[in-house]
């Protein structure tokens, strides 16, 4: 069990305090809640909720997730109940940890998003993660996701709504993901989160159709790794404001070489699938790594990778 008394995890981003640098990715771990069951949630550092929306959304049709070589694709398509209902039912249940509660939001339109940022304002919550990124949908966040001025502009409106600290989700699927880091750093994120799932497509050979009811899907799991680092590497060069890294982070030296790479803290995704206690247990192997190097706080590895 991750000692939370231990200075050596405890973190602080853009103003959330979290005892450990190791967070749950929105859209893997629902709303927190179908998890406690499986795992003591005091014990994660945060826990960011599935993507949220003005209105209730029931999502794409059709088959919606498919394994890959080394990870899965999905076309969830931002199922869920509304954020009314959330802020109603979900999140006073929430409030009953002991854990910091950040919300993925997204919308059609940069107004909604300031729209979403003011309802949540004064609910408890930790945060907001703004889902620019999203590759399954067919309006709204993909098109804020590839142009820095969109993306910018998506910033803007939800700053002007809330105190909260604004955690802005990056896309992969840019020709340079630095430029998009810069527009958002610029507009006022306090804290960049990267990568979300890469866009990808699988083809049944049978039936010489598309796999996903959507015809393509984000792709996410160990396969995206070496990507994500390398992205997360290089926003964390150009940007003053904390990083946030995840992709393919299945153990404690995944988690690692993110850190090393420069993100202050890291979000598990499609492992959560798989080991529902995944977000304790590679806390757990970072601190044992700390331990065994002698060192006094994760800080000490932020940035750390050598690469002369």
Known sequence: MVNTTESKLTVNIAGIKMKTPV?????TFGFGLEYSDFV????????????????????????????TPAGMMNC?????PGV????AKTMPKLAAYQVPVIVNISGNTAEEYGELAARLEETGVAGLELNISCPNVKQGGI?????????????????????????????????DIVLMAKAVEAAGADAISLINTLLGMAIDINTWRPVLGNTVGGLSGPAVKPVAVRMVWQVARAVNVP?????GIMTA???????????????VGTANFVNPRVAVEVAEGIENYLTERG??????????????
């Open 40 to 67: 003591d949630l005091n014990q994660i550092g945060a826990i960011v909720v599935k993507g949220t929306t003005l209105a209730p959304k029931i999502g794409n049709s059709g088959r919606r997730i498919a394994e």
């Open 143 to 175: 098109a804020f996701g590839t142009c820095p001025e969109s993306a910018g502009e998506v910033v803007r409106q939800v700053k002007k709504k809330t105190s909260l600290p604004v955690i802005v989700k990056l896309s992969p699927n840019v020709t």
């Open 243 to 247: 990083v946030i890294g995840m992709g």
């Open 253 to 267: 030296e995944d988690a690692l070489e993110f850190i090393l790479a420069g993100a202050s803290t890291v979000a």
């Open 76 to 80: 969830i398509g931002l199922e869920n």
């Open 295 to 308: 060192l006094q706080h994760v800080g000490e590895l932020i940035g750390k990778v050598n690469c002369g």
């Open 23 to 27: 967070m749950t990715a929105s859209g």
């Open 84 to 87: 009314d209902e959330f802020i």
